[in-house]
């Protein structure tokens, strides 16, 4: 289906058309149309017209007016000049409710595909072989979870890489320790029915972890074995890649439970850790070294940059291969760029990843501009986010001062949320409560991380995160829940448009901000910033909300084509709300 024009974008053209017609001379004009709090819309665009043109801005206001037809019948009901030239317009019932009509027939609401889509390439959750995910890998998968679905369903092609941490030095210890002690990663559950639980897994590579830690730290033989061992790994012996592909094998099964838990779906064949890049690591070095992008700066390949510097104004260099010849981050970085740029023909590359890490990625996309791998058709982004704080403002601990461990996390979230779930069910058994309990719980999680923006620190606090009232997302998913009610106590009535029904205040309000939802979907992917259309969702629950305690939709005294008008209007409502929370990757329970 063709896209649906909003409101604004119609009313836009119209002013824009009127305004070229009462001015010929100006050409093409921007009327600077925003929503208003004195009429539905407004017009500012009169104002700096007139002035580049020496004239009136309240005269050619007029004018424009006399341009525009007028009436219930039409799209504009009322228009008014004001101050020194604004236009104030009111539109009608009648366009609210066909325009409306139009978003409904179509089963995306409205929202058009781009019409030159790109490829993007995003880097987003990123844990780590052979280590426990923690607080600090939530927002990343969230927010890089949202932004996929939101880009896909705006038409862009989205690539996904999950640039996980699966070389380096430890992997040289963990190796040689499961070598002299070959049983480490065996299961009881091998013995049963052969399926491994992520916690099992995750149990058995903490054990070896400290384990070999534990000898690395206290026995020199074993360090230096260890430590050739790395050597082995990084040179392809086959019995040492044999035994990290068994590290990396168990950490999928954890990775994949706790994603899972958190309701994110990650596919084996996005999974490309450092090491994929391992065999491209001497040649990105011979490539910028050559173009003269890096030097040899005391044995080390550097790249240096007039505005990077230390406390005490030395340069300090990005530095791509070390000194001894090994390889640092900057040189997987690099050659990750030159994979996704020339093999996965990407001309947007986006990484969600910590914001405290922004200096090291502007000084690797410079260097790739410098090489010339980044181009004009090509950019790179690093999409910054803060961190999660506790409810004293520091960095999320446990007690103890570790590390919040995010299964634990979550599997508290989802506790709360069954107690909140438990009290307002009234026909739900144990299992329903329980799964809506995880639908509640995780929702609270990401909603609480997708309703800040991105760049700023937010606060985790459970309470606040699952209490039906605020913005949080079971407010949402009781909002959709109430509504799924109504529609089945409706009986045999249904939702239906009448465009010739006037309507009240609060249904105007709610269908003008329904109209909306194409506009900030797109405004949301194009800025990566879901933090919007978490605020637009949370607004049209309470604007619902609103017409729910002032518009009674199925009284017995409201004649039979309000009741379907306003049906029509909790309907859209639900299957806005359920396809927005979606884009957050959200799910939205039928009854709470």
């Known amino acids: 289906m063709a896209s649906v024009p909003s409101l604004a974008s119609t009313l836009h053209q119209r002013i824009a058309d009127a305004l070229s017609a009462a001015l010929p001379e100006a050409g093409a004009a921007d009327p600077l149309l925003r929503r208003s709090d004195r009429a539905d819309f407004q017009a500012n665009g009169m104002l700096a017209l007139a002035k580049k043109l020496k004239g009136n801005p309240r005269e050619l206001a007029a004018k424009v007016v006399e341009g525009l037809p007028v009436g219930e019948g039409e799209l504009m009901r009322e228009i008014e000049v004001s101050g020194p030239g604004f236009l104030n317009i009111s539109v009608s019932d009648r366009a609210i409710t066909e325009t409306l009509a139009a978003r409904a027939a179509d089963e995306r609401l409205g929202v058009p595909f781009k019409e030159h889509p790109g490829a993007t390439v995003i880097d987003w ?21 949202s932004v996929v679905r939101l880009l896909e369903f705006t038409g862009e092609k989205v690539i996904s890489r999950h640039h996980i941490g699966d070389w380096g030095t430890q992997f040289g210890m963990l190796i040689q320790y499961l070598i002299e002690h070959p049983h480490e990663l065996d299961h009881k559950a091998a013995e049963g029915d052969g399926a491994v639980s992520g916690e099992e897994a995750m149990s058995s590579l903490n054990r070896l972890y400290k384990a070999s830690r534990a000898l690395f730290d206290s026995d020199e033989e074993f360090k230096t074995r260890a430590r050739r061992r790395v050597v082995d790994l990084q040179a392809g012996d086959a019995e040492t890649i044999a035994l990290w592909q068994k590290f990396v094998d168990e950490s999928k099964i954890y990775f994949y439970s706790v994603f899972d838990k958190l309701d994110v779906e990650i596919r084996d064949e996005d999974i490309v850790g450092e090491s994929g890049y391992n065999d491209m690591l001497a040649e990105t070095c011979r490539m910028l070294e050559e173009s003269g992008v890096a030097v040899r700066s005391e044995g080390a390949l550097c790249v240096f940059f007039d505005d990077v510097k230390g406390p005490e104004g030395n340069p300090v260099p990005l530095i791509v291969q070390k000194s001894d010849g ?12 030159r994979d996704r740029v020339f093999n996965l023909k990407a001309d947007t590359l986006l990484y969600v990843v910590d914001t405290r890490q922004s200096l090291h990625f502007k000084m690797v996309f410079e260097t790739a501009r410098r090489a010339g791998w980044l181009t004009d058709d090509v950019k790179a982004v690093q999409l910054g986010f803060g961190t999660v704080l506790g409810k004293d403002g520091k960095p999320f601990k446990t007690r103890e001062g570790e590390t919040v461990r995010l299964v634990d996390l979550l599997d508290e979230a989802i506790e709360r949320a069954a107690a909140v779930v438990r009290e307002k069910a009234r026909d739900l058994t144990e299992e329903e409560i329980a799964d809506r309990a995880a639908q509640v719980g995780i929702g609270a999680v990401k909603y609480a991380d997708l309703s800040t923006s991105a760049a700023r620190d937010y606060k985790f606090d459970l309470d606040q995160m699952v209490s039906l009232n605020g913005d949080t997302s079971v407010y949402l998913q009781y909002a ?13 009535a249904g939702p239906v448009a009448h465009p010739e029904l006037a309507l009240a205040p609060a249904e105007r309000a709610l269908g003008l901000h329904l109209d909306q939802f194409a506009a900030t979907v797109a405004e949301a992917a194009g800025e990566y910033a879901p933090h919007k259309l978490a605020g637009y969702l949370y ?7 609103s017409f729910y305690d002032q518009c009674q939709v199925l009284s017995a005294e409201n004649p039979a084509e309000v009741v379907e008008n306003r049906l029509f209007l909790c309907d859209l409502t639900a299957r806005t709300l359920h396809r927005g929370m979606a884009l957050l990757g959200i799910r939205t329970p039928e009854r709470l």
């Open 480 to 492: 959709f829940a109430r509504i799924q009610s109504i529609l089945r106590k409706a009986g045999t």
């Open 125 to 145: 959750a990123q844990p780590n072989v052979a280590k426990e995910m923690h607080v600090g890998h939530l927002r990343n998968t969230v927010i890089g979870n």
């Open 539 to 545: 607004q049209l629950a309470s604007l619902y909300t």
């Open 326 to 337: 090994g390889f640092g981050y900057a040189a997987t970085d690099l050659s990750a760029i």
